[in-house]
């Protein structure tokens, strides 16, 4: 098993900042995929970046590029999201995830955090 706190969601204005941070414990942290995902009101849940154990393999969905850095840092079996240039579309509920497989298909992934809101203001 592995638990997965997520933390530093909250309001923002728009073009502001957050980072988002992932705590893992459990299992081997270094031996897990991690992923960032999130779910809009009435909308699927969908991945917004995802890291592979070494940190050298980060896709990122075309609606984040550029904007939000995904990294990890294994010591501290923690993953972060930095998060900048918000928009009142990037708001939404914010997952972290564990897996063995770099994918974005959510049912792939194998633990899930509980979720932070994250709202954007314009």
């Known amino acids: 098993q592995v638990q997965l706190v997520e933390s530093g969601g909250g309001l923002v204005q728009a073009g502001g900042s957050l980072r988002l941070s992932c705590a893992a414990s459990?299992?081997?942290?270094?031996?897990?995929?991690m992923g960032w995902f999130r779910q809009a009101p009435g909308k699927v849940r969908e991945v917004v970046a995802t890291?592979?154990?070494?940190?050298?393999?980060?896709p990122y969905a075309d609606f984040v590029k550029g904007r939000f850095t995904i990294s990890r840092d294994n010591a501290k079996s923690t993953v972060y999201l930095q998060m900048n240039s918000l928009k009142p579309e990037d708001t939404a509920v914010y997952y972290c995830?564990?897996?063995?497989?770099?994918?974005?298909?959510?049912?792939?992934?194998?633990?899930w955090g509980q979720g932070t809101q994250v709202t954007v203001s314009s």
């Open positions: 995830a564990a897996g063995r497989q770099n994918t974005d298909k959510t049912t792939a992934w194998d633990y």
């Open positions: 459990g299992r081997t942290f270094s031996n897990y995929v």
């Open positions: 890291i592979n154990w070494r940190g050298d393999s980060t």
